[in-house]
């Protein structure tokens, strides 16, 4: 099966100036010229958590898996430069899904001027699993990194935020343009992307950054799927809750000081909408602030991968 999808991928995959020996090696060569730093990330998805494999065209799916290693380049203000593939497939049908997740990558590849280098496949009796590892070339004004919020800075997040499972979770576009233009154009002190839920990812940008923060309820721009969501009589939950802590929505949280924020929010100098949410504090913690103007705190909900100490 390996030496088919090889031979497959090598019909497929567009070349890559990056790229000096890919695929049939034991490892890739790439020429990073130009590249003083970069940044590595890898995430691994799988079936039954991060989609429903038996729900859902393939294509969908790699694209996805991709997408989300894309959105953590953008977390960092990183442009991609290549990356690897590793799949564990079924072993039923397993090639041509291997040639569906790939069939969903390839577009979204060439559109951020990725290369993709190789990887491995193996397979088992178990479900799909796919965890991808990307280069990202760091810009002149460095990596955005968690660590760096103060006092006074303004939350800003892009797009708008909840009820992800409604489709957008697989099909998001990540915000890597808008990151690298956003930290060219303006000063930001810190950055990531919100994958798990904003309350949880910014109670983990708070951690780094040693401070608190308060978001303003009435702020928080909450997606019409949050909405839907909340609709359905077995939900149960709010809009703002959804949005609060829903995850998968992979946009941009920002901490920006307070005369780039004002920048930045009057020129909206990129295609996706720009939101001030509220401000960065002294007090360790995280509040939300009520219209009324009530602050309360506000436990960080999300998604968390947990496992059995059993």
């Known amino acids: 099966m390996e030496r088919e999808l090889i031979r497959w991928l090598r019909d497929h995959l567009p070349p890559h100036r990056s790229l000096r020996l890919g695929l049939g090696d034991d490892a890739a060569?790439?020429?990073m010229a130009g590249v003083d730093e970069c940044v590595i990330?890898?995430?691994?998805?799988?079936?039954?958590?991060?989609?429903?494999l038996a729900e859902v065209d393939p294509r969908r799916v790699g694209r996805k898996c991709l997408a989300a290693n894309l959105s953590d380049l953008a977390a960092m203000a990183a442009r991609p430069m290549a990356g690897v593939v590793a799949l564990c497939l079924p072993r039923?049908?397993?090639l041509?899904?291997?040639?569906?997740l790939f069939e969903g990558m390839i577009p979204l590849a060439e559109q951020y001027e990725l290369a993709i280098a190789g990887g491995d496949t193996n397979s088992w009796d178990g479900p799909l699993a796919v965890s991808?590892?990307?280069?990202?070339?760091?810009?002149?004004?460095?990596p955005l990194r968690r660590g760096g919020a103060q006092p006074g800075d303004r939350i800003v997040v892009?797009?708008?935020?909840g009820g992800s499972i409604l489709g957008r979770h697989l099909d998001f576009e990540p915000r890597v343009r808008e990151a690298i233009a956003l930290h060219a154009r303006y000063e930001l002190h810190a950055g990531m992307d919100i994958s798990d839920g904003l309350s949880l990812d910014l109670a983990r940008m708070l951690e780094e950054s040693r401070c608190g923060a308060v978001i303003r309820a009435d702020a928080v721009p909450v997606s019409d799927d949050a909405r839907r969501l909340s609709q359905h009589p077995a939900d149960g939950v709010t809009p703002?809750?959804?949005?609060?802590?829903?995850?998968?929505d992979f946009e941009l949280l920002l901490a920006v000081p307070p005369v780039a924020a004002q920048q930045m929010l009057a020129e909206q100098s990129v295609d996706v909408p720009l939101t001030d949410i509220g401000e960065f504090v002294s007090d360790a913690g995280l509040?939300?602030?009520?219209?009324?103007?009530?602050?309360?705190p506000l436990e960080p909900r999300g998604w968390e991968h947990r496992l059995d100490n059993r």
Do not use: C, P, Y
């Open 41 to 52: 990330t890898v995430d691994m998805l799988t079936d039954h958590v991060d989609f429903e």
């Open 29 to 31: 060569v790439l020429n």
């Open 240 to 248: 703002l809750n959804h949005a609060l802590s829903d995850g998968e």
């Open 96 to 100: 041509e899904l291997a040639k569906g």
């Open 287 to 296: 509040w939300i602030a009520e219209a009324d103007g009530v602050r309360r």
């Open 132 to 142: 991808i590892t990307l280069l990202g070339g760091v810009t002149e004004r460095g």
């Open 92 to 94: 039923q049908g397993g």
């Open 158 to 161: 892009t797009g708008s935020l």
